[in-house]
């Protein structure tokens, strides 16, 4: 009994004693940010593990795309060789000029073709979006009780996370993944494309202010789906609200975001091992906790202090559940 009053006291951030935080009421403002990334940055090297791990289908994918299954062939560089060839052919005639052309456009380059077990692997890989919705719901519970300051049970939490929303984190993990997918191969399909006239220039603008608006609704909806018992419709809703209303917190954090990935993506072109190997460690999770760090605070002042201050006899049918 008294071992666990002690592991309570422990991980109960309202009483004081030593290991626990006494800033856990400070402001989530910028200078607080940097101080509890730092205080939890094992925590978040956890989740990081626990997004990379329970979306398994990716290395199915990874492995297709590395070449290992494909098979190798060779083509002619040039598009010519096939025309020049078949004319040598036909006339029957060789000379020094025409087999000085051949030569040049006869050279072969090695190319890796795809073969069924590569096929097999991408489809493999189609199972992520099955996992995708439940690897949010459990990290984004964990994170949003890291930016509170709550206790934190690491695999409780996410199991519970999950229990508690699978089939809402199912359906628009599907729906997410997708619009991801979409909004990402229009914007590069119009940018290739943008040259062709004036209609696909502004085509391409408007799918990159799409892109940017979803991408900033991306940090509210996983939280109220976790918090409020709302239909996708009105956490679609509310999040494009917020993506507005918060216009000052949802730029730092998104400025933030950039700068890790550019941060990311500079250190795999210096140094590839590490640049490789540090999404698969940390840089995820950090992404996570800035999106859901810029959310979080918007989040509780309009939808849960104005709720709390008001008395707490209910008077009519309650507009959402807080689900914790």
């Not at 890989?125 to 719901?137: E, K, N």
């Not at 119009?190 to 940017?212: D, E, H, K, Q």
């Not at 104005?306 to 689900?323: G, L, N, Q």
Request: glycine share 8%; proline share 4%; charged share 15%.
């Amino acid at each position: 009994m008294a071992e666990k009053r002690k592991r309570f006291r422990l991980f109960n951030y309202s009483l004081d004693g030593k290991g626990v935080p006494k800033d856990v009421d400070e402001p989530r403002n910028f200078k607080f940010y940097f101080k509890l990334l730092g205080r939890n940055l094992s925590r978040l090297m956890s989740v990081n593990m626990l997004i990379v791990f329970s979306n398994f289908p990716i290395f199915f994918v990874l492995f297709g795309l590395s070449g290992n299954l494909n098979t190798t062939s060779y083509s002619p560089v040039s598009s010519l060789f096939g025309p020049i060839y078949g004319a040598m052919k036909i006339s029957g005639e060789t000379s020094p000029l025409t087999s000085a052309i051949n030569g040049v456009h006869a050279l072969q380059v090695e190319i890796s073709v795809p073969t069924t077990a590569t096929y097999v692997m991408y489809a493999l890989g189609l199972l992520v979006l099955f996992t995708f919705g439940f690897s949010m719901v459990g990290t984004t519970y964990i994170v949003r009780n890291i930016v509170k300051g709550e206790p934190i049970f690491l695999m409780h939490d996410f199991k519970y996370a999950i229990k508690k929303n699978w089939r809402q984190g199912l359906i628009f993990g599907i729906i997410d993944l997708g619009l991801c997918v979409l909004i990402f191969y229009d914007i590069i399909f119009l940018w290739a494309n943008a040259s062709l006239g004036y209609v696909n220039s502004l085509m391409f603008y408007i799918a990159l202010v799409i892109a940017i608006i979803y991408f900033v609704m991306r940090y509210y909806i996983y939280i109220m789906m976790i918090t409020f018992d709302l239909s996708i419709y009105k956490l679609l809703k509310n999040a494009f609200i917020f993506s507005l209303v918060g216009f000052k917190r949802n730029f730092l954090g998104t400025a933030g975001i950039i700068i890790l990935a550019l941060f990311s993506y500079s250190l795999l072109m210096v140094f590839p091992p590490l640049g490789a190997v540090l999404p698969f460690v940390i840089t995820i999770a950090i992404g996570q906790f800035t999106a859901i760090y810029t959310a979080w605070p918007k989040i509780y002042s309009i939808m849960i202090e104005p709720y709390e201050e008001e008395d707490t006899t209910p008077k009519e049918e309650a507009i959402f559940v807080d689900r914790g």
